[in-house]
């Protein structure tokens, strides 16, 4: 059995702001699918206040990607509602993995647990898709809980994902989100700031491909290289 639940943020923040992208922001194909596993119950009304209250914090995150006539790339901080799907699954035993630390380049073996950020959507500056998606699976016979955070790229980096599951993990924990608070300002680079002379040192730009060559060498590297886990303790 499958719900689906539209959570806004409370308080609204946005006030339809408009904050511009720069060019490092614009890898608009590409997303962050995070999936984290729980050995008990996931309050889905707990879960919806702490989003909503994260969202509050985080009006970006509720806001729609546009383009605007003189293609300028904007966040529009709209205030819009982000998709809670609760998957309910009688048929599986148990997690089918044993590593803690899943990569799923190839497989697709996560697929059943994701609801993925549809970001073709977001090449259509009329669509109203959302730039995160959050799916929450309850394993009936294990009792285990599977919740997946689905994050279009432009947002920021797997680091920004990680500071707003961070943020959610706390308010859903009823503790106070670490400061500093986040801000989305981008620091927009304009022609006549640009210095040649520095370009050997940013290999970001001094060695850009086409997308096409770049996704190449990316999966290439995916299979010519081995995950290694590790694993930190604080005693």
Sequence with gaps: MTSTF??????????NRRLELAGLDLWRMARIDNVFVYPSEINIDRLKEALSQTLSLWPFIAGRSRLDANEHYFIEMSDNPIPLVLFNDYDSVEWPFDSNVILDFYTNSLSTYLDEVRVTNLFDNKNDEPLVRLKLTHIIQSNEWILDVSWAHELGD??????FSNTLSRLYQHMEPLEPLPIFERRLWKNDEIDPSLLSTMKHFRDAKPLEEMWKKFMIDQEAYDQV????SGE
Excluded: D, E
Excluded at 6 to 15: C, I
């Design 6 to 15: 539209l959570v806004y943020p409370s308080p609204p923040t946005g006030s």
């Design 158 to 163: 797997a680091a920004s994902c990680l500071n």
């Design 229 to 232: 886990n590790l694993s930190f």
